[in-house]
């Protein structure tokens, strides 16, 4: 979502990054983890979600396809193992896919509408 905001020249709702990191470390701090271990996860978070916002596209600023950068998704999701994986190709479908639906929504109702969301 973060994406398409960006490519449509528009910047993210603070109030809906906020919910995001705050509904992260409300779950994290429901399944037991304390205010340190909390703090540190977080932080750790904001990075690869920068990291993967900076680095997961792969193709040209005019193409409106979205091309996934590998080496970025096997660094964080080790378990998809390589690209010819039918798992990568799974995920790889989906991210594509999904970036294709919220292209298309208008940013006024982004949110509410990926609910509707289905591959």
């Not at 096997?74 to 999904?98: A, G, H, R, V």
């Amino acid at each position: 979502m973060m994406i398409v905001f960006k490519k449509k020249g528009q910047k993210f709702d603070q109030k809906s990054y906020d919910s995001l990191f705050f509904n992260i470390e409300n779950n994290l701090r429901e399944l037991g983890f304390g205010d340190v271990a909390v703090n540190t996860k977080m932080k750790n978070l904001n990075k690869i979600l920068y990291d993967i916002l900076l680095k997961i596209e792969n193709n040209d600023q005019n193409d409106r396809k979205f091309k996934i950068n590998s080496k970025l998704v096997l660094k964080y999701f080790s378990d998809l193992k390589e690209p010819k994986n039918d798992k990568f190709i799974k995920f790889e479908t989906y991210l594509s896919n999904f970036y294709k639906f919220c292209f298309e929504l208008p940013l006024k109702n982004m949110i509410e509408s990926i609910l509707k969301f289905k591959l």
